[in-house]
């Protein structure tokens, strides 16, 4: 199984400031046949299903605001929230899909400073 | 609107029996993957089980392979989780996912759609 590795653990950052979250992969997601990164990104309130923020490493599901930005390729990924606001607290969880089964990261929470 | 509910969970004996249920809406059911993800008490989130829109492919994790079936009903827009000789460790709340991938194939295995949950407690 590829095991999906996120940091920090949890991170605190002021409104309005950037928070980047950090997922590596045990092994490449890269797809070579069509260059793509099988790579999602959720979002998960306190109380409430995770929601789907990013998908094939950089693409934003639609109605996702543009603040939400996805990068990286082969093991290394990162999520940014460029000017955070308070309902984005939040638990986020990187999440491959590049083979069966498909796994999650073990989730970094993020808080208001 | 997309619609996903899960109903049947509930607290059960250890070794026992129960079958999740989730009745969906707003799409064309019939031509989607669907998924189990579940959540331990305040842990991450486990991929349990896929299913391909024609029901020809299926997927467990090794988990709860030989315990539990993935199945779907595309004429009553609904998919089913029987769990069997359930453990302690299957406590969780069971979520129902829908993939985006339509048509042939067996899913991409990301999910769009989430339901709310329900919740399955194995304990004597």
């Known amino acids: 199984d590829i095991v999906m590795t996120q940091s920090p653990d949890s991170l605190a950052v002021s409104l309005g400031e950037r928070a980047t979250i950090n997922c590596k992969s045990s092994?490449?997601?890269?797809?070579?046949?069509?260059?793509?990164?099988?790579l999602a990104w959720y979002q998960q309130k306190p109380g409430q299903p995770p929601k789907l923020l990013i998908y094939?490493?950089?693409t934003r599901e639609s109605g996702v605001p543009d603040r939400f930005s996805g990068s990286g390729s082969g093991t290394d990924f990162s999520l940014t929230i460029s000017s955070l606001q308070a309902e984005d607290v939040a638990v986020y969880y990187c999440?491959?899909?590049?083979?069966?089964?498909?796994?999650f990261g073990g989730g970094t929470k993020v808080e208001i400073k | 609107e997309v619609q996903l509910v899960e109903s049947g969970g509930g607290l059960v004996q250890p070794g026992r029996s129960l079958r999740l249920s989730c009745a969906t809406s707003?799409?064309?059911?019939?031509?989607?993957?669907m998924h189990w993800v579940r959540q331990a008490p305040g842990k991450g989130l486990e991929w349990v089980s896929g299913?391909?829109?024609?029901?020809?492919?299926?997927d467990y994790a090794d988990s709860v392979k030989g315990r539990f079936t993935i199945s779907r009903d595309n004429a009553n827009n609904s998919l089913y989780l029987e769990m069997k000789s359930l453990r302690a460790e299957d406590t969780a709340v069971y979520y129902c996912?829908?993939?985006?991938?339509?048509?042939?194939?067996?899913?991409?295995?990301?999910?769009?759609?989430w339901g709310q949950g329900t919740p399955v407690t194995v304990s004597s």
């Open positions: 996912a829908k993939d985006p991938s339509g048509g042939d194939g067996s899913g991409y295995y990301y999910f769009d759609y």
């Open positions: 707003g799409f064309n059911f019939d031509d989607y993957a």
């Open positions: 299913i391909s829109w024609n029901s020809d492919s299926r």
């Open positions: 092994r490449s997601v890269l797809y070579s046949s069509n260059n793509k990164n099988y």
């Open positions: 094939w490493a950089s």
């Open positions: 999440q491959q899909y590049y083979s069966t089964p498909p796994t």
